[in-house]
């Protein structure tokens, strides 16, 4: 059963509101990817709420706690405008994009989406960079998206130096081939420092390259893995400060409490949400809705 069913059949078969119902719902975030105390919290606020608003049927809670959850998702990361949104798309200032993530969690699909997007919303040019030369198929992998999508691919050999790509992707950008580089990276992690060595050298190329481009950093996280997405969230934060997170495979079995711990433990705002393997499964992330989806309201 998806998560949000649960919840709606939690509230629809609650015959009143009483203090175990609360105890049972903070279990029930707790099960649905919330942290131990941010479940707690909102329990209790919500508690709090009712009984300051005399609200005494529980067929009222949903939307109380959707909209305590939209709350939460404001505060904690302030809402993040989507790239290019209200831009002139005449505008021909370069961007830069690197899209950050452990192995597997969806980066060079979500680079293709993010390539399309850009392209067929914004009227961007955009060129993809391989710069996960870790992995030879991971190079290939974004040839097939580039040659599908009909857009351009800076790639090396497998085994070479990714700040080197990023260079050869701004010289191209530069050139007239493009006024966007989306840049896949290497889900490779095996320390703190061989990740922030090898991002220091991809920002020194930016700098040096392309100082006035817009530089972004976005981190990838996998719905699916639940509080474990929530812990490379913290290394990735601390490590790089990525602006943003794009959280990928919603559509599965993801539950989606993680995005709350996120806004509130790490202020680090989700962008956009994936859901699913096509170019077009990609959606701004939409707060209320994602609230209410959450609180079990179709
Ligand atoms: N259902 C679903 N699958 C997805 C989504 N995004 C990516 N995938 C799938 O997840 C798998 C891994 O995706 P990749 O894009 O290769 O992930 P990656 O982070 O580049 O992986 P590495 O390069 O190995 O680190 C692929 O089978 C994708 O099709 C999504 O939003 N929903
Ligand atoms: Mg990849």
């Given at each position: 059963m998806k998560f949000t069913e649960k919840i709606k059949s939690f509230f629809t078969k609650s015959s009143a509101i009483s203090e175990e119902l609360f105890e049972d719902l903070t279990d029930l975030l707790v099960e649905g990817d919330f942290g131990a105390s941010d479940a707690f919290q909102t329990a209790e606020i919500l508690r709090e709420r009712c009984k300051k608003e005399k609200?005494?049927?529980?067929?009222?809670l949903p939307l109380k706690l959707a909209e305590l959850l939209e709350e939460e998702l404001k505060k904690g990361a302030g809402p993040a405008a989507p790239l290019f949104e209200g831009v002139d798309s005449g505008e021909n200032k370069l961007t830069i994009i690197l899209l950050l993530g452990v192995n597997g969690v969806g980066k060079t699909t979500t680079a293709a989406k993010l390539a399309a997007l850009y392209r067929d919303k914004y009227r961007r040019r955009p060129i993809l960079a391989a710069?996960?030369?870790?992995?030879?198929a991971a190079i290939d992998q974004l040839k097939i998206h580039g040659d599908r999508l009909g857009v351009r691919v800076v790639a090396h050999q497998h085994g070479g130096d990714p700040a080197a790509v990023v260079y050869d992707a701004v010289e191209a950008a530069q050139a007239g081939g493009g006024d966007l580089i989306i840049a896949d990276t290497a889900g490779r992690m095996h320390t703190k420092s061989a990740l922030v060595e090898e991002l220091r050298k991809i920002d020194r190329v930016v700098m040096s390259r392309a100082a006035d481009a817009r530089y972004i950093k976005y981190l990838v996280l996998d719905a699916t893995t639940g509080r474990n997405a929530l812990a490379q969230a913290e290394i990735f934060h601390e490590a790089v400060a990525p602006q943003g997170v794009i959280l990928t495979k919603y559509d599965s079995t993801a539950k989606g409490g993680v995005v709350f711990s996120l806004a509130s433990?790490?202020?680090?705002?989700?962008v956009y949400i994936c859901t699913g393997?096509?170019?077009?499964d990609i959606q701004d992330f939409d707060p209320h809705r994602y609230a209410r989806e959450f609180a079990g309201i179709a």
């Open positions: 609200i005494n049927a529980p067929d009222e710069a996960d030369t870790f992995r030879a433990g790490l202020h680090l705002p989700v393997e096509k170019y077009g």
